[in-house]
């Protein structure tokens, strides 16, 4: 008794009596099974969702006849899980030539390759998703994880209400990626639980067993009906779909158009799937890299660019009149690059063949950084605004070549791009005068205090935008209070690519940065025939910031989320070389999906064909197995907690947070936009003002080492575990010395405002 005493809950000693304990391990098996159905949408069928089933009914009789044989809490799922893991591994994971029935080292290798291929697979494939037999590895296994999960919760540890985590790890990838799963299997699943939690229910007198069960009987029939009725306006909200991609065509049929008056006011409609062309790219040096790493390096391609924005939205200016453009000659955005001949000195020369597809446009999308372009037409160039232009517009199948040269940008040159602002590019310093354009400046001048070049103050307002805890991408935009669009934003911190880059500009301005605002796609989705497609959903906006002896330079402040990594030469992590993925993580996108840079299709491993890269799908089964093992460290806490409260880990992301947090009561505060070394500056700088003496040595090395844990965290490629302990230590010792006033001390000044 004493072993398992620490249950505790009437559930927990109903579930664990007589026949209820192997009613509720069935009931948990069959619950993990439907809610296989949130998949649906993600993944192909195939013989996986079977194999999945019967996985999980294996695991589930090895548990429930464990469980009959002892009274231990953790030892049936233990033995599930090491019969489930070894039945796995003999089945999926046998080396060629090897005996299933011997799972050792070289078995154990095997696994390890087929996960690499899996990982592979999920991140370069598109939706649905064909299951191979790496992929069916991980689904099958993820499977028995949720069943073990949610028995050990609800059998095991006595609290069948949790067994809701395990369920919602299954439906997370469906909810957060916007791919419906079945209804059905929703409803089924809500049904097994609430069965389950009646199961759980304290034993009742016979004239009350009917009763009880005609409520339960009555309150799942209820809950199938409910989720029929409401399933289709709830996935029609739009938070279902926060993920989407910012809509600036004419929808999901017909010819696709960007418009030129983006509203920030206005919520994102539905996207256009249709292609709106297709290219090719081919590095014209003798350096032979894949198509992916070339498109990385060309970014976006750009149908035009804005000027004008009066607060709440953009207007297109009157063009000039343009004389026609000979094909043949030379465009180039850069000042020291006019009338000179394409160089792959200079940088990287890169050959773009495009064919358009529903694009009816009078701008033509090029690269940022274009040198030539041939196209049959009466085409124009507008070197002020470089933009491609025609009084036609294009024509599905007709097609253009580009010479790209992509310049050898790095931080050292953009930081050195000082002179004079021509005087045609003064107009891209105007700020609307709005009744928060003072607070904008005031914001603008916060975020760079410590940049000491335009280049810098550049990286730290895109730093500000991209930090996921602070704003959100999101396409449901609710309506300002104000005639600022830009200061609405910052207040919601909720937006999609028009918002941020949009604020961007305009801080940009502020701060003396010509800046303007450039509309395009994003590079769209590589196939297997090494040919990009753009589609009408790929639409995006970015700013440009101009550098005198440099030209315009993109800049990206949209989330991750959406873009992928930021261009190399804004990159403060990697800005030595041109980033040729996305950045790894977090919820991509929807049915349509674009990134800022695509990976090519894996190459054929074990058998294994290439398949349509797409690395908007990424993680959507890692999720499922991420969030699995937060359900199951939630049970290990629960149950290795007894009598006492777990000490929470310290990491230095935690021991941070609660230094800030203390001496923001102090009245020392710090800017987001800050890194970990300048926020040690600001609080030494601070403590010498506030109490007229430096930090005590011992708090100064403290400060200093728990920086540099916080930047090993933050971005070590391979970070080392700190000492929850010293890292409370070094918070300690900091706030003992910042709270102690020795004779002579300055009494404190009032409390500074805080940052916004």
């Known amino acids: 008794m004493a072993a398992d005493g620490w249950c505790g809950v009437s559930g927990g000693a109903a579930l664990r009596r007589g026949w209820r304990s192997p009613a509720a391990t069935a009931l948990t098996a069959v619950a993990t099974c439907t809610a296989l159905g949130s998949l649906s949408g993600l993944l192909a069928g195939g013989t996986w969702v079977l194999h999945a089933v019967l996985a999980v009914a294996g695991a589930a009789l090895v548990v429930g006849g464990t469980r009959s044989l002892t009274r231990s809490t953790w030892l049936p799922s233990l033995v599930g899980l090491v019969v489930s893991a070894y039945a796995l591994l003999a089945f999926y994971a046998t080396p060629p030539g090897g005996n299933p029935l011997l799972v050792g080292p070289g078995t154990i290798q095997h696994t390890g390759q087929l996960v ?3 990982a ?9 998703m ?9 689904l099958v296994g993820a499977a028995v994880l949720v069943f073990l999960a949610a028995d050990l919760l609800a059998v095991g540890c006595g609290m069948p209400a949790l067994t809701g985590i395990a369920y919602v790890a299954m439906w997370t990838p469906a909810v957060v990626l916007g791919f419906p799963g079945s209804t059905w299997a929703l409803a089924a699943t809500g049904f097994c639980y609430l069965l389950l939690l009646a199961l759980a229910q304290p034993p009742v007198s016979r004239d ?5 069960a005609g409520v339960v009987l009555a309150g799942a029939a209820g809950l199938v009906a409910v989720t029929l009725a409401a399933g289709p306006a709830v996935s029609a909200v739009p938070a279902w779909s926060w993920v989407d991609l910012p809509d600036v065509g004419t929808g999901a049929v017909g010819p696709v158009r960007l418009a030129d008056d983006l509203d920030l006011r206005e919520s994102l409609r539905d996207q256009s799937s249709q292609v709106v062309l297709s290219y090719t790219v081919d590095r014209v040096d003798d350096e032979a890299e894949g198509p992916a790493a070339t498109a990385s390096l060309i970014g976006p391609l750009r149908s035009f660019t804005l000027r004008d924005f009066d607060g709440r939205s953009w207007q297109r200016e009157p063009a000039d009149d343009l004389a026609e453009w000979d094909p043949d000659g030379l465009l180039a955005s850069d000042p020291s690059l006019v009338g000179a001949a394409p160089d792959g000195a200079r940088g990287t020369l890169t050959d773009v063949q495009v064919r358009i597809g529903a694009l009816r446009e009078q701008r033509l999308p090029v690269s940022t950084f274009p040198r030539t372009v041939q196209i049959d037409g009466p085409w124009t160039y507008d070197a002020a605004r470089d933009e491609v232009v025609s009084r036609s517009r294009t024509e599905a199948g007709s097609g253009y070549e580009m010479l790209v040269e992509v310049p050898d940008l790095s931080p050292d040159v953009l930081r050195a791009a000082t002179g004079d602002v021509p005087e045609d590019v003064q107009t891209y310093l105007e700020v609307p005068e709005t009744e928060h354009a003072d607070d904008l400046r005031a914001l603008a001048v916060e975020l760079t205090a410590d940049a000491a070049t335009p280049y810098d103050q550049a990286l730290a307002l895109q730093t500000y935008f991209r930090d996921g805890t602070q704003f959100r991408y999101d396409t449901s935009i609710e309506p300002g209070d104000s005639d600022d669009a830009v200061w609405d934003f910052l207040q919601s911190r909720r937006g999609y690519c028009v918002q941020f880059a949009t604020s961007m500009t305009v801080l940009a301005r502020t701060l003396g940065i010509p800046a303007r ?12 025939d090494r040919t990009y497609r753009v589609t009408g959903a790929d639409a995006h906006a970015w700013p440009e910031l101009y550098f005198p002896g440099t030209g315009w330079v993109r800049f990206e402040p949209t989330p991750a989320v959406q873009t992928g990594p930021p261009p190399s030469w804004s990159n403060p992590f990697s800005a030595a070389a041109p980033t040729t993925a996305p950045t790894a993580g977090a919820p991509q996108t929807t049915s349509t999906p674009s990134a800022a840079a695509t990976t090519a299709a894996p190459q054929d491993q074990g058998g294994l064909p290439g398949v349509v890269a797409n690395p908007r799908t990424r993680g959507p089964l890692i999720a499922v197995v991420a969030l699995l093992v937060v359900a199951t460290a939630l049970a290990a806490v629960l149950a290795l907690r007894r009598r006492r409260r777990p000490a929470l880990r310290l990491a230095p992301e935690v021991a941070w947070r609660r230094l800030r947090d203390r001496l923001r009561r102090a009245g020392i505060t710090w800017p987001d936009s800050r890194t970990p ?30 920086a540099a844990a916080l930047e090993r965290e933050r971005y070590a490629p391979d970070p080392v575990d700190d000492d929850p302990e010293e890292l409370q230590a070094w918070v300690a010792a900091v706030l003992t010395d910042v709270s102690t006033r020795a004779p002579g001390d300055r009494p404190a000044a009032g409390p500074r405002p805080a940052e916004a």
């Open 517 to 528: 605002l450039g509309v395009g796609f994003l590079p769209g989705e590589l196939g297997t």
């Open 130 to 138: 064909a299951v191979w037999p790496p992929v069916e590895l991980i």
């Open 677 to 706: 070394r300048q926020a040690v500056a600001a609080i030494r700088s601070q403590v010498q003002a506030r109490r007229g003496r430096p930090l005590g040595p011992e708090a100064d090395r403290a400060l200093v080492a728990l």
């Open 208 to 212: 009350r067993t009917g009763r009880r």
């Open 120 to 128: 592979q697979l999920i991140e370069t494939s598109v939706v649905p």
């Open 116 to 118: 690499q291929q899996a």
